[in-house]
Structure formats: structure tokens, C-alpha cells
């Protein structure tokens, strides 16, 4: 059985790398990581990832506005929201974009596969 791939959309380069290890150690397939939104946007319609894993706050385009973006073209797209802001009412937008989930950074990493 092929990996499940993952796009992670972080702006923070410490925690790309910090998912993109936690991830494959665990048997993913990192197949892209993006800097912010839009980016990220551009590549999940480039490779179609399994899941991705979006920041909230990122420049150029948010996470928020990145997940609607995404789910507008291809509502079966799997989005895990993943951000350092405790904010109510910012974890209540994403998941009315569409995420599937919400963690809070930082977070213990058998949390993330448990929503993955």
C-alpha cells in the first residue's frame, strides 16, 4: 500500500521541518511544503496531496481564506488546521472553511495522526 502524501502550509520554516519529520516517522509521504497560502493553494492543485496541514495566520493569503480556496475546487479535500492561536473565534472560521480539525501548536504529535 502507497503512503498517504501530505502538503504541509506553515510559514514558520522550524515547524515545517518539525511536521515534516514527525510525519514521515511515522510513515507519511511529505510532498510539498509551502511558505503561506497561496503557495500552498498552488500546490495542492499541483499535487493533489492526501491531507494537508494548514497554518491560520501566514502572510499573503491566510489559512483561512487558503482552505475555502481549496474546498471551493475540490471539496473532498482533507485540511488539518494547525496554529499557535488559541482564539475561539479564529478556530471557529477555519472549521467553518472547511478544516476537519483544529490543533493548537504546540501540540503532542499522536494527536495529529489520530485526526489524520
Known amino acids: 500500500m502507497s503512503k498517504q502524501t501530505v502538503l504541509i502550509v506553515e510559514d514558520a520554516e522550524f515547524m ?11 510513515g507519511y509521504e511529505v510532498v510539498g511544503e509551502a511558505k503561506d497560502g497561496k503557495e500552498g493553494i498552488m500546490l495542492y492543485f499541483k499535487l493533489f496531496p492526501d491531507i494537508v496541514t494548514m497554518d491560520i495566520s501566514m502572510p499573503n493569503i491566510d489559512g483561512i481564506e487558503a482552505t475555502k480556496q481549496i474546498l471551493s475546487k475540490d471539496p473532498k479535500a482533507k485540511i488539518i488546521a494547525v496554529s499557535g492561536n488559541n482564539d475561539e473565534e479564529i478556530k471557529q472560521k477555519i472549521l467553518r472553511a472547511g478544516a476537519l480539525d483544529y490543533l493548537q501548536k504546540p501540540f503532542q504529535p499522536a494527536y495529529l495522526w489520530e485526526k489524520l
Open 16 to 26: 515545517r521541518s518539525l511536521l515534516k519529520k514527525e510525519l514521515e516517522e511515522v
